[in-house]
């Protein structure tokens, strides 16, 4: 399926640029998620660290 439109009057169209708030809103929703994933892996590699004293 072809990402260009007809318009009004029949031309030929570009779909429309996405808005800067959606762009804004994916990037912010990439950082939470790489920074909740920093945060789980630095707790496990904290626990595998201090495994041997646990146990």
Known sequence: M???QLGQL????????RRV???AKDALALMA???A???CLAAVLM???????LG
């Open 21 to 23: 708030r959606h762009q």
């Open 47 to 53: 626990f595998l660290a201090n495994l041997p004293t």
């Open 10 to 17: 029949g031309q030929l169209s570009q779909p429309a640029a």
């Open 33 to 35: 998620f790489s920074a």
């Open 2 to 4: 072809s990402s260009i």
């Open 37 to 39: 994933m920093s945060v």
